[in-house]
Every structure is written in structure tokens, then in C-alpha cells.
């Protein structure tokens, strides 16, 4: 790293990889793997839980399941 870089606290690194999950989330989402989709979308939830776009992804993708009841409590 260079002299003017800091390290990243383990909350960051957690919500940076929450983020590539919800981005992975997508990715599988518009290839139509929707249970993929919703297992990377609880993953990042499971990393970061202060993300309110996980939460909002997985409610959709459990909607699209079928699953309205899980899609609520999400």
C-alpha cells in the first residue's frame, strides 16, 4: 500500500464484500438463477446486515420466487 493508504477495518472489508455479493446477486438475477441470486443476497446480509439494498434485493428475488410470505419478512 502506498504511504498515504490506510487499512480498511474488518466492518469495511465486511461491507465491501456484502456489496460484490449484491452485485453477484444481480449478475444472477438477469441470468435468471433467481435461487443463486437470493442464497448471494443472504450472504451479504449475513456480512453486513446494516445494508438496507440486501434487504430490499431479497425481498424482490423472494417475490419473484413465489415466496410473498418470505418476501414480507424480508
Known amino acids: 500500500p502506498k504511504s498515504g493508504d490506510r487499512s480498511l ?5 465486511d461491507e465491501r464484500r456484502a456489496r460484490q ?4 446477486a ?3 438475477a438477469e441470468q435468471k438463477d433467481v435461487h443463486g441470486a437470493i442464497v448471494a443476497c443472504r ?3 449475513a456480512l453486513a446486515p446494516v445494508l438496507p439494498a440486501a434487504y430490499s ?9 413465489g415466496n ?4 414480507i419478512v424480508a
Not at 68 to 71: E, F, H
Request: charged letters at 25%; glycine letters at 8%.
Open 9 to 13: 477495518t474488518p466492518r469495511e472489508i
Open 21 to 24: 455479493l449484491l452485485d453477484r
Open 26 to 28: 444481480l449478475h444472477l
Open 43 to 45: 450472504q451479504a446480509i
Open 57 to 65: 434485493m431479497l425481498g424482490l428475488l423472494l417475490e419473484r420466487s
Open 68 to 71: 410473498i410470505k418470505g418476501a
